[in-house]
C-alpha cells in the first residue's frame, strides 16, 4: 500500500479551497452603471477637494466595484452567477471641508443600497429628499454629524425598510412630518 504524502495532501486541499471557495468571491461584478455612479460621486468631489485618499481603491481599471473600499455587495444570486449589485457603502468621515449636498446625487441610482453612511462629512445644504425617496431598498441611513439645513424631507419616513435612521447634529428645524409614525 502506497502511502500519500501528507505535505503534498494538505497542499492539495488548500489548492482546491482557493479555487472552489475564494476566487468566485473575488470574481463578483457589480452593474456597470453602479461602478459609472461611484466613479461620478468620486469625481465630483475630486472636482471640489484634491485627493481623497480613502477612495483610492475606486478607479475604471477595477475590475469591480465589489472590490473596492467602503462597498459591500450582495453575494451572487445563484452559485452560477458573478453578478452581484451594491447593497451598502460606508463614506463615513470622507472630507474635514465642507461639501455641498448635490454631491450625493450619483448615489441615487445605485438603487439596491440598504445601507449608507454618509456621517462625519460636512454636507452642506439641505437633503436631498427626490433623491433620497429613490432608494427604496434602504434599511440603514446615517446622515449625522453634517452640516445639512432646513426640514427633514417627509420622504425619508416613506423608506419602507428603513430601520435605523440618524439625523443628530445637523442644522434641521420644524417639526417633524406625520409620516414619522410609517417607519
Known sequence: MVMANPSLLLKSIFILFIIFFLLPYRSWSCPEYQKQALLHFKSSILAIHSSLQTLDSWNSSSSSCCLWDNVTCSPPSNS?????????????????????SNLLAPLFFIRSL????????????QIPALGFGNLSNLVHLDLSSNNFNGSIPPQLFQLRHLQYLDLASNKLHGGLSPKVGSL
Not at 470622507?94 to 461639501?99: E, I, N, P, S, W
Open 114 to 125: 440598504r445601507v449608507l453612511d454618509i456621517s462625519k462629512n460636512s454636507i452642506t445644504d
Open 80 to 100: 452560477n452567477s458573478t453578478s452581484s449589485v451594491v447593497i451598502a457603502l460606508h463614506l463615513s468621515n470622507l472630507l474635514a471641508q465642507f461639501m455641498p
